[in-house]
């Protein structure tokens, strides 16, 4: 019985550092999940905060489309206007 005693003994004073091993490997567990959900949730604003900036560029880049489009037509109704003054001024010199 005396042998038995002694092989328990030494489980027994091994436990408690398996325990603080453990307590320690748990901490350390939860402050990498920690870490890791902040991260996580950083990178959704962050991913959020990219779809906005996205959203609005397109936006511009839309308003932009249609304004060069408006430029453009005007200055086409003015070069037809220019060259229909041209012409009837060519044609008056050549009268």
Not at 35 to 49: P, R, T, Y
């Amino acid at each position: 019985m005396m042998e038995g005693s002694k092989a328990s003994s030494p489980s027994q004073t091994l436990s408690p550092p398996l325990a603080e091993s453990e307590s320690q490997m748990s901490n350390l567990v939860y402050e990498v999940s920690q870490h890791f959900q902040a991260a996580m949730e950083n990178m959704l604003k962050m991913i959020n905060d990219v779809d906005q900036s996205s959203i609005e560029i397109t936006e511009e880049m839309e308003k932009c489309k249609d304004s060069a489009s408006l430029k453009r037509q005007i200055l086409a109704e003015e070069k037809e206007r220019f060259q229909k003054a041209a012409y009837t001024i060519i044609d008056m010199l050549n009268s």
